[in-house]
């Protein structure tokens, strides 16, 4: 099931997403509209009791993050693509390690506050009064839907909602020089999500395209599958000592081909139009303003 969070005649609401016309159906839920993906995701039997109103165009609504307001920190997965973490090493940037530790044999984990949420559409802070290296990162997201700790690596898609696309957007100089990742991709923003969220049914997430241009150049292309950590290792590594809750969001990584692989490295500056696509999630598109 495909699920999108708009804002339409000033009310928030949640409805069934239907890509071909498009339009989007709000949903009700024992008589009342769905405000929030929260709702949903917190009772695993509140889908099936929802009712779709008529449709909506969408050209008649303003699109929102799926979770416009996480209850908590985004969590993130670090240098999850083998290509990636070896040009991230080969960059400069990487303060934390050597080209001789440059694969992980852990998750690097790290968080983004929420305030960084935006929707697509929504303009990402190119926020050059303190930064001259912006920089993007696609990434597959999971969704929380059954909460726990010490989760088991067969269990951990169990625990799975869905899925949607975040961008991991980056100062890479405060990244390198605070020698941590929370600073530098914690700016207002810098977590484009969206455009909607999809059910795990749906997705299968070991075999997934994950595409993104830069003002219509392709610059990153890998899939799922290669990742270092999968989704049910990165569920079951984050829950060991964290009880995760409903609504969690776990951003999984981003493949090579960020603007720091390039020599010298194409940095985001105003203007400039990411465009991210996975397979089954839709496009995510922001502009950096």
């Known amino acids: 099931m495909k699920l999108a969070t708009f804002r339409h005649q000033g009310s928030q609401s949640v409805g069934l997403w239907n890509a071909v016309e498009p339009e989007l159906r709000p949903l009700r839920l024992d008589g009342e509209p769905v405000g929030s993906l929260l709702t949903l995701i917190g009772?695993?039997?509140?889908?099936?009791?929802?009712?779709?109103?008529?449709?909506?165009?969408v050209s008649s609504i303003e699109l929102l993050a799926p979770?416009?307001?996480?209850?908590r920190n985004i969590f993130c997965v670090g240098k999850n693509y083998r290509s990636h973490a070896?040009?991230?090493?080969?960059s400069g940037f990487d303060a934390g390690s050597t080209a001789a530790d440059a694969i992980p044999d852990c998750p690097i984990v790290f968080t983004k506050p929420p305030e960084t949420v935006i929707g697509t559409g929504a303009g990402v802070w190119c926020a050059d009064e303190v930064t001259n290296s912006l920089d993007y990162e696609a990434e597959l997201a999971i969704i929380i839907g059954k909460g726990g700790?010490?989760?088991?690596?067969?269990?951990?898609?169990?625990?799975?909602?869905?899925?949607?696309?975040?961008?991991?957007?980056?100062?890479?100089?405060?990244?390198?020089?605070?020698?941590?990742?929370?600073?530098?991709?914690?700016?207002?923003?810098?977590?484009?999500?969206?455009?909607i969220a999809v059910t795990a049914d749906e997705i299968d997430s070991t075999?997934?395209?994950?595409?993104?241009?830069?003002?219509?150049?392709?610059?990153?292309?890998?899939?799922?599958?290669?990742?270092?950590?999968d989704v049910a290792t990165i569920i079951e590594t984050i829950s060991a000592g964290i009880t995760l809750v409903p609504g969690d969001i776990i951003a999984t990584g981003t493949p090579e081909g960020v603007g720091i692989g390039f020599n010298p490295p194409k940095f985001m500056k105003p203007g400039d139009v990411m465009k991210i696509m996975i397979d089954g999630l839709g496009c995510l598109e922001n502009v950096v303003v």
């Open 207 to 229: 075999n997934l395209e994950v595409r993104c241009w830069i003002n219509g150049e392709l610059r990153q292309h890998a899939n799922t599958r290669d990742l270092i950590f």
């Open 149 to 195: 700790r010490g989760i088991t690596r067969a269990r951990a898609l169990d625990h799975v909602w869905g899925y949607t696309i975040i961008n991991d957007v980056t100062a890479r100089d405060w990244q390198r020089r605070h020698k941590q990742w929370f600073l530098g991709k914690s700016f207002d923003t810098f977590c484009p999500m969206g455009p």
């Open 67 to 71: 979770i416009p307001r996480p209850a």
């Open 43 to 57: 009772d695993s039997g509140a889908l099936a009791r929802c009712v779709a109103d008529p449709a909506v165009a």
């Open 86 to 90: 070896q040009e991230f090493s080969r």
